[in-house]
């Protein structure tokens, strides 16, 4: 019966006559962190758009963050435990290679890909959305998700938050998240070739 009502509830919710997908009905019927890693990445502005319709059809509070995270660590943990408390769904905003490159972190960033960065990031319970954007900033993507909450590690700070307005303009807020001391990625490749190889 379960299942019934959430194949009907995805059905009315497209034109005319429509085929229920098993990944649809999954993803009505399971919490978002039980969906499969690859169910929580988008890879179009259309699949980006669906989810985000869906989610506020359900008057959910939609929460954003972005970074590169390129190697996971504490730090990155606590800011996506602390974004997802403070909204019902979380998109995360992850750079693409590209647009790491043009981040200055260094000719040899990132060191895992986008797919491989997407799949972590997705694996983590925190994490309902990742979305790959190509520009140096995810003004764009934001722009797109219209989030009701902006979170952002306390390195920020005194420094510009990237779609603040957008955020506050609509009511929203934005969150600086206190950081983990003496974790970095940064820190962590640097420390990584000090270390003799056997």
Not at 25 to 44: D, G, W
Not at 111 to 126: G, I, K, P, T
């Amino acid at each position: 019966m379960r299942a019934a009502n959430a194949a009907a509830s995805v059905a009315v919710g497209k034109r005319g006559t429509a085929v229920v997908t098993a990944s649809e009905l999954r993803s009505r019927i399971l919490p978002p962190a039980a969906l499969a890693t690859e169910e929580k990445i988008v890879h179009t502005v259309k699949g980006l758009e669906a989810q985000l319709k869906q989610w506020r059809a359900q008057d959910l509070r939609i929460g954003f963050t972005n970074g590169v995270f390129d190697l996971l660590h504490p730090g990155h943990a606590r800011v996506l435990a602390q974004a997802r408390a403070a909204c019902d769904r979380l998109v995360v905003g992850l750079n693409s290679d590209a647009s790491v490159r043009g981040l200055d972190k260094g000719s040899e960033r990132p060191l895992q890909d986008e797919r491989a960065r997407a799949e972590v990031l997705a694996s983590m319970e925190a994490v309902d959305l990742v979305a790959i954007f190509n520009e140096d900033t995810p003004l764009n993507l934001i722009k797109r998700v219209r989030p009701n909450v902006l979170v952002k590690g306390s390195d920020y700070h005194g420094k510009t938050v990237v779609g603040r307005e957008i955020v506050e303009a609509t009511g929203g807020e934005v969150i600086l998240v206190d950081l983990v001391p003496g974790h970095s990625t940064t820190d962590i490749v640097r420390r990584s070739r000090l270390v003799p190889k056997r």
